[in-house]
C-alpha cells in the first residue's frame, strides 16, 4: 500500500502570495519539528507524547493516544525529510510516513507526504484504504493550517514575505 501527496506551502503565484503570508524554510523545518516533539500541540495529535531518545538524526517516541500507546522512531535529515516509522503494534501493519520539503520551482515550496505500509495489508485491511487514505489527507491539511496560524502569530519566527 502506498498513499502520496503534495500540500502547497508557498505559491508562485503574486495572488497567492499576496493573500497567504509565505513560509522560509527554516520556519517550515521548526514547524515540522514541533510536530516530531510535541505531536499533541496539533489537531487529532496524541494526548501526550514521551521522546525516549533523541539526538540529530533520530527521535525515539512512545506516544498515547486514550488506552493505545504507539513506539515509532522519526528519522531525521536537518531541513529536508522527516520518517516516521512506527514499531509493530496488535495486528495493524505499521504504516511509514515520510515528510519533505521540496521546491520544485523558484517561489515555490510543497510538502510531500508518503505513506507506505511496511509490510503486505490484510485483505480487511486493504477495504479500508480509501479511508485511511481521506483521513491522512485531512490530518496533513490541519497540519499545514496549524503551522500557517503559528506563522501568522510569530510562534516559527519572524513571518516573510
Known sequence: MRFEHLIEINSPRAAVQMAVPAFTREQLWRGLMIRVRFPQRFPNGPESCEVMQTGPELVSRVL???PHVLHDEV?????ERLQFT???HGEST???LTVAIEEPQAGQMVLRFLYEAVAELSQEEALYSGYRHSAWLHN???MVSTLRQWLEQGELGTVGH
Not at 75 to 79: Q, V, Y
Open 140 to 142: 496533513d491539511r490541519d
Open 75 to 79: 528519522h531525521i535529515i536537518p531541513g
Open 86 to 88: 512506527p514499531r509493530p
Open 94 to 96: 505499521p504504516i511509514r
Open 64 to 66: 498515547h493516544f486514550g
